[in-house]
Each structure stands twice: as C-alpha cells, then as structure tokens.
C-alpha cells in the first residue's frame, strides 16, 4: 500500500454514505461510515495476511499456532487449552490445526508431566525455523499495511482501537 494523502480522495464507503443519506437522511451514517471503513479494511488486512502466509505454506490458523507457541517462550510448549484461549476457536478446530501442523512436522503432542491426561503440543526445530523466517517476513509485510500511516496516526489509531476492544470486553490474558 503506498502512502496517499486521503484528505481529496474518496472511497467506497463514502458512496454508500452518500447513497444512505440521500434516501434515508433520518439514519446515522457517521456509524454507517466507521464500521463500514473497519470491516473492508479488515476483509483487506485479511487478505494481504493470507496471501503472505500462503508463500510461507501455511494458512493464517497455522501460523497463529505457530505463533502462539513461539512467543510463550522456550520450550515453546503449551497445552491445549492455552492455545483454545489464545485462538478464541472450538476444541476440534485447534485438533485440526494441530494435526496439520504435526503432519508437516512443525509441532509434536507429548505428554504433560504433570498431569497425565493432558498433552502438551510444543514447536519442533522446523516449525521453529519456519515462524522465525515467516515472523520477519509478517512484520514486513505489516508494516506495508500501514505505510499510509505516520508513526503518530498509528499510534493514535493503536489507542482507539484498544478503547473500543476493551469496552467490547477483550481484556482477558490469552496465556496464563
């Protein structure tokens, strides 16, 4: 994405603001325009996201495991239910994306030793290799999404976004 001044230019969204205002002037379109501006931006982000973890052979659920697992620290190790909390998914979504994973030899179930009926899945040399090579690649990659941005407006837009994630009540700790 290359950096424009958006002040002349107009997107999408204000045709359908334009368009809402014109046969229904009694609705708020100010809300119309944000959660419209949020919602394709976040359909873009996911897009560009997927097409850059497509060239490192993974989906963006694979790479969120592997992610998730690097950034707990070594060993690299967590058990299931931490990485459920972490992936805000159903149990038989995290097996699968497990089992893909275990498949293309990135991560390995192994026994807790401190609870028999638990497994800990835990990053293998490659799947540790693999997120450290597509990490660097990822940052790059956001850091294009946001060229548009100066480092006050991305920060600006960081505090924003916050504010309405927490008053929509995403303030659990993904990791115990």
């Not at 990053?123 to 990659?141: C, F, Q, S, Y």
């Amino acid at each position: 994405m290359e950096r424009h001044d958006t002040v002349e230019q107009r997107d999408t969204v204000d045709d359908i603001v334009e368009q809402w205002t014109r046969t229904r002037p009694d609705l708020d379109v100010e809300v119309i325009a944000l959660i419209g501006r949020m919602r394709r931006l976040g359909m873009r982000v996911d897009n560009a996201l997927r097409e850059y973890f497509t060239s490192c052979g993974l989906d963006s659920s694979e790479f969120d495991v592997l992610a998730t697992l690097r950034r707990s620290g070594e060993p690299y190790e967590l058990n299931a239910r931490a990485l459920l909390k972490s992936a805000m998914v159903t149990s038989g979504a995290i097996t699968n994306r497990v089992d893909r994973l275990s498949a293309k030899g990135l991560v390995e179930r192994n026994p807790s030793p401190t609870d028999r009926r638990a497994v800990l899945i835990r990053l293998t040399p490659a799947g540790k290799e693999l997120i450290d090579a597509a990490l660097d690649g990822h940052v790059r990659n956001e850091q294009r999404i946001l060229a548009p941005l100066d480092h006050d407006e991305r920060a600006q837009l960081d505090a924003l976004l916050r504010k309405l994630l927490i008053a929509h009540g995403d303030t659990e700790p993904l990791l115990d």
